[in-house]
């Protein structure tokens, strides 16, 4: 294989093994108090969160690090940090969310302003699973990202 087709491979893999960890993260490995707390507003909110995502970030790291070593990967242990950096700050945006997609005044989350601004004000006040949709988008748009970074060439 050429130099391309191995960044393409590892990247196919990467984003599998990225996107298989959300799930089980996202999932299994979030706690309920995580789950219920990571959208309310204060010191108690963004704890709950940033709880959340570091072991979702763990989940993540986890399953690079011991698919990458058994699949021949090569990953480069400073594109790797920065995939799961991408990740991670990003998932931190979105779960900040949790239970405010519904709202339109200025006090909102910035992605939830974004959302209403895109013209999904409809779909989020007519179909109550909106929000969770668009969470999981915006988590699968940018673990495909952070894939890219992972799994770019070295030096």
């Not at 970030?57 to 242990?77: C, E, M, N, P």
């Not at 991670?88 to 239970?99: I, W």
């Not at 179909?127 to 949709?133: I, S, T, W």
Request: net charge positive; aromatic share 8%.
């Amino acid at each position: 294989m050429n130099n391309a087709t191995d960044t393409a491979a590892r990247f196919a893999a990467v984003y599998a093994l990225l996107t298989a960890a959300h799930e089980a993260g996202d999932y299994w490995v979030q706690r309920d108090a995580e789950a219920g707390g990571k959208g309310h507003a204060g010191p108690a909110g963004r704890a709950a969160c940033l709880s959340h995502v570091a072991s979702y970030t763990a989940t993540q790291a986890l399953a690079l690090g011991i698919a990458g070593r058994y699949l021949g990967l090569r990953l480069d242990w400073r594109r790797a940090a920065a995939g799961l950096a991408v990740s991670a700050v990003t998932h931190y945006v979105a779960d900040r969310c949790a239970g405010h997609w519904r709202e339109t005044g200025d006090d909102a989350p910035a992605l939830v302003r974004f959302a209403h601004r895109s013209g999904k004000t409809q779909f989020l006040q007519r179909d109550p699973g909106a929000g969770p949709l668009l969470d999981q988008a915006w988590h699968k748009a940018w673990i495909t990202a952070a894939a890219v970074v992972t799994a770019g060439r070295g030096r």
